[in-house]
């Protein structure tokens, strides 16, 4: 019913940028919360930023200030730009939504593939 593409992920040095995005697509009516979780190696998957219908977004405290988070409703798409990236920032990152599709009006809490991230010089 509703898939996640995502894009974006590469391997930087410290101190680089990159953009991912996630794309939606489907017999989508509405999508509520966008949210970008990680998972690095041996620890738990933590929510890094999220951002309701209204565009109003949180942070996990790790990356304020350096990641923004932000949707294009029209693209049903979610971005996270990273900046100053650190070596503690690699891991798989993936976006997750809520999604309601056309009739029926039924709620999906959906996942992307997950794409790496990788800080190192």
């Known amino acids: 019913q509703v898939q996640l593409v995502q894009s974006g992920g590469a391997s930087v040095q410290p101190g680089g940028s990159l953009r991912l995005s996630c794309v939606a697509s489907g017999n989508i009516f509405s999508i509520h919360d966008m949210n970008w979780y990680r998972q690095a190696p041996g620890k738990q998957r933590e929510l890094v930023a999220t951002i309701n219908i209204t565009s109003s977004a949180n942070y996990a405290d790790s990356v304020k200030g350096r990641f923004t988070i932000s949707r294009d409703n029209a693209k049903k798409t979610v971005y996270l730009q990273m900046n100053n990236l650190k070596p503690e920032d690699t891991a798989v990152y993936y976006c997750?939504?809520?999604?309601?599709?056309?009739?029926?009006?039924?709620?999906?809490?959906?996942w992307g593939q997950g794409t790496q991230v990788t800080v190192s010089s």
């Open positions: 997750n939504a809520l999604v309601v599709v056309r009739e029926p009006h039924v709620a999906y809490d959906s």
